[in-house]
């Protein structure tokens, strides 16, 4: 079918020619789309606002040959510019949309999409702390993805727990037998907190503690930069100086 509809949140877009954009798409049932937006970029274009990153949009569009064609989009949530105006959400959210875009390169899971709109509603009303939403959203789609970190049993040999030697390369918590020497020790709160973030148990999480907050947000972020490889290049700016 050339033409189709979805719900899709909008990831990142990247301009075309004079007038264009590529934008790229998580789509609710066909997964991650890349589409082009003809003429968004000029100010009498009827919905370029609804098509910059961080909104959620009801998008038809046609389908193409390499690239499909943006026909319409009506805005379902539009939190782009709260999230634009304050750095931290700003950078928080690029970290998610990045994340999104790199653990949907194929099929579509609509736990994704639910999930990236989830957070980023919550980032823009600033429902929670912007380190415990991303970190959150990071931890729960690296799970719905098949690389949940071990945070009970040890990762490595599976004994079970508690331990508290959380090391990225090994996958996440690792008993004394399989801690490589120097590695750092978690306190055991940290590690509550990170389970709590991994459930979206927010009653838990929104009196915890600021330092332990942080820890466990270094630790979220260390893994999955290792786990992804390349990394996520917004990540080190999240929290930056501004």
Same mark, same amino acid.
């Given at each position: 079918?050339? =033409?189709?509809?979805? /719900?899709?949140?909008?990831?990142? =877009?990247?301009?075309?020619? /004079?007038?264009?954009? @590529?934008?790229?798409?998580?789509?609710?049932?066909?997964?991650?789309?890349?589409?082009?937006?003809?003429?968004? +970029?000029?100010?009498?274009?009827?919905?370029? !606002? +609804?098509?910059?990153?961080?909104?959620?949009?009801?998008?038809?569009?046609?389908?193409?040959?390499?690239?499909?064609?943006?026909?319409?989009?009506?805005?379902?949530?539009?939190?782009?510019?709260? @999230?634009?105006?304050?750095?931290?959400?700003?950078?928080? !959210?690029?970290?998610? !949309?990045? *994340?999104?875009?790199?653990?949907?390169?194929?099929?579509?899971?609509?736990?994704?999409?639910?999930?990236?709109?989830? *957070?980023?509603?919550?980032?823009? +009303?600033? /429902?929670?702390?912007?380190?415990?939403?991303?970190?959150?959203?990071?931890?729960?789609?690296?799970?719905?993805?098949?690389? !949940?970190?071990?945070?009970?049993?040890?990762?490595?040999?599976?004994?079970?727990?508690?331990?508290?030697?959380?090391?990225?390369?090994?996958?996440?918590?690792?008993?004394?037998?399989?801690?490589? =020497?120097?590695?750092?020790?978690?306190?055991?709160?940290?590690?509550?907190?990170? +389970?709590?973030?991994?459930?979206? /148990?927010?009653?838990?999480?929104?009196?915890?503690?600021?330092?332990?907050?942080?820890?466990?947000?270094?630790?979220?972020?260390?893994?999955?930069?290792?786990?992804?490889?390349?990394?996520?290049?917004?990540?080190?700016?999240?929290?930056?100086?501004?």
């Amino acid at each position: 079918m050339p =033409t189709y509809r979805d /719900e899709a949140v909008v990831l990142r =877009t990247h301009k075309l020619g /004079e007038a264009d954009r @590529i934008v790229t798409l998580l789509s609710r049932r066909h997964g991650k789309v890349r589409a082009v937006a003809k003429g968004v +970029r000029r100010t009498s274009s009827k919905f370029g !606002a +609804r098509l910059e990153p961080f909104m959620v949009v009801d998008v038809q569009l046609y389908a193409g040959r390499s690239l499909d064609i943006v026909q319409q989009a009506d805005s379902l949530g539009a939190y782009g510019a709260d @999230i634009a105006a304050d750095y931290d959400r700003y950078t928080a !959210a690029s970290a998610m !949309a990045e *994340a999104a875009d790199r653990l949907n390169e194929a099929g579509a899971e609509p736990q994704h999409y639910f999930l990236l709109v989830g *957070a980023l509603r919550a980032l823009s +009303r600033a /429902e929670h702390p912007t380190p415990a939403i991303m970190s959150s959203y990071l931890l729960r789609a690296m799970s719905l993805s098949g690389w !949940a970190p071990a945070l009970d049993d040890c990762a490595r040999c599976g004994a079970p727990g508690p331990h508290d030697a959380f090391v990225s390369q090994l996958g996440g918590i690792v008993c004394a037998s399989c801690a490589p =020497t120097g590695s750092a020790r978690v306190p055991r709160r940290t590690l509550d907190l990170m +389970r709590a973030l991994r459930a979206g /148990e927010w009653d838990v999480v929104d009196v915890a503690d600021q330092r332990e907050l942080d820890a466990a947000s270094g630790l979220v972020s260390a893994y999955v930069q290792w786990t992804l490889e390349r990394g996520l290049r917004a990540l080190p700016h999240v929290g930056g100086k501004r």
